[in-house]
């Protein structure tokens, strides 16, 4: 239960989700502002910070919720990538199996896995439902699949309302108690934004088998990238032309995507298995002047002279390893976000981290086009080191460009 808040207080949390909003807004539509905003990619290093154990974190929705508490009463960021909803194994425990993915003390992993072979892709194109239930199912969880009791299911169910809730209850928390505004639209059951070839390298062939696919079935791949993306992607397209444009009042950005894929692509396999769809998108939020977030996992800056083609306030790339000022150079008409990296935050000195704050914004955002937030995700314990980001998120909450 959310605690009492009076008149006075929801509207000053309204008004500084608002707020923030905007300075996302305008510094993705390279419109100058005030300060930087700071959105933050702590993932489960926020559980370690509060002192609290990973396993009992990733299976109490409570202790969650506490942990969230926890880093936004410590840390004034303005905007958070995981409100606790990224990691939960309650459903998965309540069903008897963890599946793919597994966690530690220490750390959430998942298992190297291939829910389909080449030669059974478009078997599982044809149906994926059907495909899901009678091959990859009894894959994923071998004998125990026929073994599952009705209580196990009932179980399992439950905990997956309950889940349900607690993403619902979670927006509220962070949204209405300390104004931190939504990314985007996407629905946070399913993620962002997945193209064919992300599709593969992600979940049905995995990195191995599908760079051997690529070049021993080249054919196949492109059919299969071709029938996902006109399933999956063409409906999206022609939602966002039939929109009325940006959500401006509502989400930071208008859409958000990941990119995993381009990093065993080359060239012409890049032409030839994303970019066709990926541009097409892009055209389409071009034309409805709506900005979409691009999370570009691993490095992407060969591939930056090709966002060029769209105007300033389409597309915000939020950069992983690559170097924000190189890719401000290759990719002038793209917003940036982030620039804090790791190593600087586990190893660096709080003087450090400000002297690194305060370049990125003096150069990067003093005309627009620039987000602040950490490249890698947060989720080591020695991803960071509390000081630093404290150091930070009271440096860029304050520094007025």
Known sequence: MLPVMDKQQKQAMKDLKAERIKLFRDQANFIPTERVPHFC????????????????ALTNFKVMEDVVRHFLDNYPVDG???T?????FSVMEAFGSDGYYYYTDEAVGIKDHALCTIDTLMDYLEDEERYTWETVLPAKFGDEWNEKTLEQWKAAFKEYLKYTYFIIHMGSVTGKEYGIPSLAPNNPAKGAIQFGIEELESNLLGIKDLSVSLRRHKDIIKEFCDKWDEKHIDPMITKALESDGPQSEKYC?????????HNILNPKQFDMFLWPSLQRMLDAYAEKNMNVRIFAEGSILRYAEKFNRYPKGTITMHLEQDDPFAFREAAPNCAIMGGLDTELLANGTPEECIARTKKLCDELGRQGGFILSEGKMLSYKNDCKADNLKAICDFVSNYKL
């Open 41 to 56: 990619n702590a993932v489960t290093w926020k559980v370690f910070d509060a002192h609290r154990s990973l396993p009992i």
């Open 80 to 82: 958070l990538m995981d």
């Open 84 to 88: 606790g909803i990224r990691n939960q």
């Open 253 to 261: 950005f208008d859409s958000s995507m990941i990119l995993l894929s």
